[in-house]
């Protein structure tokens, strides 16, 4: 008896543990505006995939699924959607009604992205040789960069010279992107978004 109720409780723990990890799975890498934003499936209210398109009303189960969420390029619709977030206190990456596939928003994004090799000589010399080991092998010519952020920490994506993105390095790209102002970017007080 005592042995039962000890793998009872060893296998109740291991079920609230696994579906602890499944409710904190990253569903979603989203590109928004100058940066990717993953985001994980306890982030996205149930509410918010109902209004979202059928092609982003349910979580992906393997692995984050790369997208978009640009800004409406008409201003009243801009304007909409800053009340909108203002109101729900919901930033624009957890909102899949504003998802589109990310195609549609790799060229405006790339116009934020730093050349790996401006990247490299603006970092720390500790974070420069972390950055290149990261990516030994590859012709760092032919790359790009841009923050990746999280509710878990901030990274820098890698990215080929068509924006797909290739791999995220734990190096913080945070002290290069903040003294750099790529075009399009409005230049406010280089702060890390929040």
Do not use: C
């Not at 291991?14 to 928004?32: D, E, H, K, N, T």
């Not at 934003?37 to 992906?60: C, Q, T």
């Amino acid at each position: 008896l005592d042995l039962a109720v000890i793998a009872l409780l060893q296998i109740a723990a291991m079920a609230f543990g696994l579906q602890a990890i499944w409710q904190s799975r990253p569903v979603y890498l989203v590109a928004v505006v100058d940066r990717f934003e993953l985001v994980f499936a306890n982030e996205i209210d149930a509410k918010d995939l109902r209004a979202a398109p059928e092609r982003f009303r349910s979580l992906p189960w393997l692995g984050p699924r790369l997208v978009a969420a640009p800004l409406p390029e008409d201003p009243s619709k801009r304007q909409e959607l800053m009340f909108e977030t203002l109101g729900s206190g919901k930033d624009l990456e957890v909102l899949p009604q504003h998802y589109v596939p990310y195609r549609d928003a790799s060229r405006a994004l790339m116009e934020h992205a730093l050349s790996a090799r401006e990247f490299v000589a603006r970092l720390a010399p500790t974070a420069a040789r972390k950055f290149t080991a990261a990516i030994a092998g590859r012709p760092v010519s032919g790359l790009s960069v841009l923050p990746i952020s999280s509710s878990r920490g901030d990274a820098t994506m890698v990215l080929d010279a068509t924006g797909s993105p290739q791999k995220p390095v734990a190096v913080d790209p945070w002290p290069v992107f903040n003294t750099v102002v790529t075009p399009g970017t409005p230049a406010v007080d280089g702060a890390k978004p929040q």
